[in-house]
Structure formats: structure tokens, C-alpha cells
Nanobody, 115 residues
Framework: QVQVVESGGGLVQPGGSLRLSCTTSANTFSIGVMGWYRQAPGKQRELVASIITGGSTNYAASVKGRFAISRDNAKNTVYLQMNNLKPKDTAVYYC?????????WGQGTQVTVSS
């Protein structure tokens, strides 16, 4: 069973920064895309950012220019650097790993942006 584990969430003031990490037990060569999603209370889960093996990235319009996704293939880890955080970024952030065509999700990490 592939495991996906997120870390790095917390409480931050508006304008602050956080870095999320996600590590997977999936075989390195099996991993296609890894991505970050978020779900705010009462809303659907939405894509925040994704990155493929070759390094190409994709961002939601709402975070472009503020968030950056990166990947360390040797560690099977993906990062989400979040800068200039806003209260609307408050949500549970989930990591997804696609391995051999199957999707695996982490348990989520809470990010709260509040003064």
C-alpha cells in the first residue's frame, strides 16, 4: 500500500509564509504527477498546484505568483512554498501521488491564515 504523508501546516498571520512537505512510499519510477489540493469548510476540494516527473508545473489562478511547488525525486518528496498567505487560503491541504495510474492521498494538514 502506497503511503502519502504531509507535514508543515499551522497557523500563520496574513502575509506570512509556510512550506508544506509531502513524502510518498511509492516507487520513484512509478510516480507520474504529484499535487497539492485544498478543501475549505463547505467547499469542494480544489487543485492548488501540481508537478510532473519532468518538472512541469501547473497552478490554480488564485495562487499563481504566491505559491511554488517543487519536487525532490531522490526523496520522493514534493514541497509547496506558500508566500503572502491570505485568509482565503485557509483550508485542509492534501497531497496526491499518482503511481502506476492510481491515485493515493495523504491525510491532510490544516493551514489557517488569521490575525
Amino acid at each position: 500500500q502506497v503511503q502519502v504523508v504531509e507535514s508543515g501546516g499551522g497557523l500563520v498571520q496574513p502575509g506570512g509564509s509556510l512550506r508544506l512537505s509531502c513524502t510518498t512510499s511509492a516507487n520513484t519510477f512509478s510516480i507520474g504527477v504529484m499535487g497539492w489540493y485544498r478543501q475549505a469548510p463547505g467547499k469542494q476540494r480544489e487543485l492548488v498546484a501540481s508537478i510532473i516527473t519532468g518538472g512541469s508545473t501547473n497552478y490554480a489562478a488564485s495562487v499563481k505568483g504566491r505559491f511554488a511547488i517543487s519536487r525532490d525525486n531522490a526523496k520522493n518528496t514534493v514541497y509547496l512554498q506558500m508566500n503572502n498567505l491570505k485568509p482565503k487560503d485557509t483550508a485542509v491541504y492534501y497531497c496526491k501521488c499518482r503511481s502506476w495510474g492510481a491515485d493515493y492521498w495523504g491525510q491532510g494538514t490544516q493551514v489557517t491564515v488569521s490575525s
